[in-house]
């Protein structure tokens, strides 16, 4: 997150609009937990939130290392949601872990990493297959239902020998994707 941010407000600073808008919707969710854990009520945690933003519009030009502005935004909306809640008389800040439990359920970093790794090693093992078992197990992997009559047709083969066609593939796949796993395990 704190790299996109660091991005995103170069490409803001070189011009590219897009880049504050992309800013701005990676750091607001991280912005409205610090100011949330001030007790504000929402319209003051709103305010908050559009003071910061408009501080950094304001001072951009005195970040000097791009890779600050997400230390340097969460803590402009620290010390604006400090202040407010002085003014307001309601300096109580809470524990993060408060939070935690209103705050939307993200998916975690690593499960995206484990996911597409898994899925490279898929398709990577897919491709040490023939032809017709590549052409064969990719449709039947993205249609619902496909239609065997039409497979037929595709593949030049009787309707008959589909599915058993279809139980080999999907042997040899698993066996390449065996193969590709003890590799991993002994490289």
């Not at 969710?29 to 949330?36: D, S």
């Not at 009520?41 to 910061?52: H, L, R, Y």
């Not at 039409?150 to 009787?158: G, Q």
Request: net charge negative.
């Amino acid at each position: 997150m704190w790299s996109d941010a660091s991005s995103c407000f170069v490409r803001w600073l070189d011009g590219d609009t897009d880049g504050l808008d992309e800013l701005v919707r990676v750091m607001t969710p991280v912005l409205w937990h610090v100011v949330r854990a001030y007790r504000l009520p929402a319209e003051s945690t709103e305010d908050v939130i559009q003071s910061t933003w408009l501080a950094l519009v304001r001072r951009r030009d005195h970040i000097e290392d791009a890779r600050a502005v997400g230390g340097w935004l969460t803590m402009t909306a620290r010390r604006e949601a400090w202040r407010v809640a002085q003014r307001d008389g309601r300096a109580v800040p809470v524990e993060v872990t408060e939070f935690e439990v209103a705050l939307p359920a993200q998916r975690p970093a690593e499960a995206d990493a484990v996911e597409h790794a898994e899925a490279d090693r898929l398709w990577l093992a897919v491709a040490t297959l023939n032809e017709r078992c590549q052409r064969l197990l990719r449709i039947v992997a993205f249609e619902h239902r496909p239609d065997y009559k039409a497979v037929a047709e595709t593949l030049h083969m009787p309707i008959g020998s589909i599915g058993p066609t279809r139980s080999r593939c999907l042997a040899k796949l698993r066996a390449a994707l065996g193969d590709a796993a003890e590799q991993e395990m002994t490289s």
